[in-house]
């Protein structure tokens, strides 16, 4: 039996959601295009009784901290760091490779890593042997893997490199489980990627999300959630004329959440001013960072 910690690194938008997506096959992380979506060290497990259990961790794209919801999240990398038995880290084979290279570098990984070359799909002509050559002298990486997330093209190939550098041992969690974090969690990330989906410039950023409520009834789930802004201008934008927008919203994750959990749901939401919550470390842990 093989068991152990496989986390995932990056750059914002190299697909690191998307692959911890495709390897457990349940919608874990939210995605979006726009960079810096993932907030929070997300924990997916999969796991073949009697064979491997692999705890997968979706981090935060690495950048430089502006606020203290930026610190929270490089310390969700850190924690990351610290318990990784297996690192993945992850490239878009179009990116800019040096600044990728020196940002694993400062990772100082005292574990095995694989490097991963993604979105082989759109890579124009060139750029994979091109990074592939790059890399292959560089001290972290044990093994070079090609895929598409998006596309789960080569995802096998990864699965079996990632089990060949784990370690023996039990189980960590229960053969059962998804995931260590609670059902409350997914919902409020249910709901914030809508706003990344359906609002542009600075309003996604300036957005956080409250589950105050979540009661099961015989034949639905009542979910009452706050989406917290800065201003009473982003207030007035989320709600949109009439309340349009925060009705799109709450649709939309509506129908995410009751994909999730397989039942009825009853959603309710409002939009308050919580002003520079970002920087609020009270703010913050009431938010979940």
């Not at 901290?65 to 924690?79: D, F, I, R």
């Amino acid at each position: 039996m093989k068991s152990g910690f496989v986390n995932i690194f990056g750059k914002p938008n190299a697909g690191k959601s998307t692959l911890l997506n495709a390897l457990i096959g349940e919608k874990m992380a939210i995605v979006s295009p726009k960079v810096q979506t993932t907030r929070h060290r997300i924990k997916g497990f999969l796991t073949k009784p009697g064979e491997y259990q692999i705890i997968f961790s979706d981090t935060p794209g690495i950048i430089e901290a502006k606020y203290k919801l930026h610190e929270k999240m490089m310390g969700a990398v850190k924690s990351a760091l610290e318990d990784a038995d297996v690192a993945l880290l992850i490239v878009d084979a179009n990116e800019n490779l040096q600044e990728c290279d020196e940002i694993f570098q400062q990772l100082k990984l005292k574990v095995p890593a694989i490097l991963i070359l993604n979105k082989i799909d759109e890579a124009k002509n060139g750029k994979i042997a091109e990074a592939e050559a790059f890399f292959a002298d560089k001290a972290y990486a044990k093994k070079i893997v090609k895929i598409s997330a998006l596309q789960q093209h080569h995802l096998q190939k990864l699965l079996n490199a990632i089990l060949e550098l784990l370690p023996e041992g039990n189980p960590f969690y229960s053969e059962d489980d998804l995931s260590d974090l609670p059902t409350k969690f997914f919902v409020g990330e249910m709901i914030r990627e809508k706003i990344y989906e359906l609002y542009q410039d600075e309003i996604p950023y300036h957005v956080a999300i409250l589950v105050n409520e979540f009661k099961e009834k015989e034949s639905l789930v009542k979910i009452q959630a706050d989406i917290i802004v800065h201003r009473e201008t982003q207030k007035a934008i989320i709600i949109g004329d009439k309340g349009s927008m925060v009705k799109q919203i709450g649709m939309r994750a509506r129908a995410d959440i009751e994909k999730f959990i397989g039942q009825k749901v009853f959603l309710e939401l409002f939009v308050k001013v919580r002003p520079k919550w970002r920087d609020n470390d009270l703010q913050l842990r009431e938010y979940g960072y």
